[in-house]
C-alpha cells in the first residue's frame, strides 16, 4: 500500500508541477536490478598504494555535460549507443538509480568509463531509515560500498536522497528531518572519505521547489565541505512552468543564498504534447546560455509518459539541432 501511495503521489507532482521522473517509477529498470547483485570483479583494480582518481578537473569543465538516463544502462552500454544515434551526439553522463542495499555496480561504472564519460547514480534510501544511516548502524554496508567504489577506480557522481525536499520519499519531508538528512548525508561522506573513495562527485539534488514551496532548502544542505554540485530535478509539464526562469530560477535563487556550487540539471524531461518542441528549446537554450549551469541529464524512460525525445519528431528535431552545439559534450579524462 506504501508503496501504491508513493506512486501515486509522485505521478500526481510528475504530471501538475513539473517535478520529478521519481524513482519508484524506474524500480524495475535493468539497470537498477543489475546494481542489486554483488560488485563484479573490476578489471581496473585499485592497488592500496594507487592514488584514487582525482575528479577535481570534472567539478566545473569548460563544456557543458550532456546526460540521459535510459532502460538498461550503464550495466550495458548499447541503450546509449542507440539513443547517441537517434539525436547525433554521445552522452558523457549516464544516470542510473540504485537502492539502498543494493551493491556498487562496477561494471555500469567502468563501462561508461571506458566510453569517456561518467556514471551518475541516485542512491536511493528506501529503507531501513535515515536515523540508522545517521547512527553508523549501516556502517558495514557503506563501507564495503565504499571500498568497491575506491577499488573500481574510475570517477563517479553519486546523489544520496534525491528530491529530499518532497513529501513523496520516505526520505523526505513526512517521514523524517532535515537535521538527519544532513547527518546521514555527513557520516555517508565521511565514511567514503575514512576509506580513501575520494574518486566521487557528490550531488546534492533537491526538486524544484515549485510543488512544495513552503520547505526551506537551507536546513538540508550538508554544507560545502561535503558538496561538489548542487543538482536540481526539474520537469517540463504541460501545466507547469515553461521557462527555464520559471522552472529553475526559484530554486536556484534559494540555494545561491547559502552556497555558489555549480549547478547541473539532474533530471528533467519533457511531457509530450504541443510544447514540447518549446521546452526542449528552453530547457538546452538555457543550459548552453548560463555559466553557472554545468550541462542536464535527460530521463529517457517511458514511465506513465513517454518521456523519450524520439516519441516526439519535432522535439527529437529540435534537440539534435541544439545539443549539436560545441559548447556540450566532452571526454572525460582518463586520468
Sequence with gaps: MIRKTLLALC?????????SGCGVLRGDDPAARAAREPAAASSSKAPADELPYDVTPLLHPDKKYFGVAVDGAPSSMKPVDTFARTVGKKPNLVGSYSSWGDGFNAKGAENVFHDGGL??????PFKPGLDKIADGSQDTYIKKYAKSVRETNVPVAISFGHEMNGHW??????????????????????VFQDVGATNVVWAWSPNVINPVPSVKLKPYWPGDAYVDWVGIVGYWT???????????GPTRRQIAKFTDKPVLISETSAEPGERRRADVRALLGGVEQDDGVLGFLWFNIPKRADWRIQSSPLAL?????????????????RS
Design 119 to 124: 556514471m551518475y547514480v541516485s542512491w536511493e
Design 317 to 333: 528535431a529540435e534537440f539534435k539541432r541544439l545539443i549539436a552545439d560545441d559548447a556540450f559534450g566532452f571526454e572525460v579524462p
Design 169 to 190: 520519499y520516505p526520505w523526505g519531508t513526512k517521514d523524517t528531518t532535515a537535521a538527519t538528512f544532513v547527518k546521514a548525508w555527513r557520516h555517508i561522506h565521511d
Design 11 to 19: 505521478v500526481a507532482l510528475t504530471c501538475l508541477a513539473g517535478g
Design 238 to 248: 504541460m501545466t507547469g512552468a515553461h521557462t527555464f526562469e520559471t522552472l529553475y
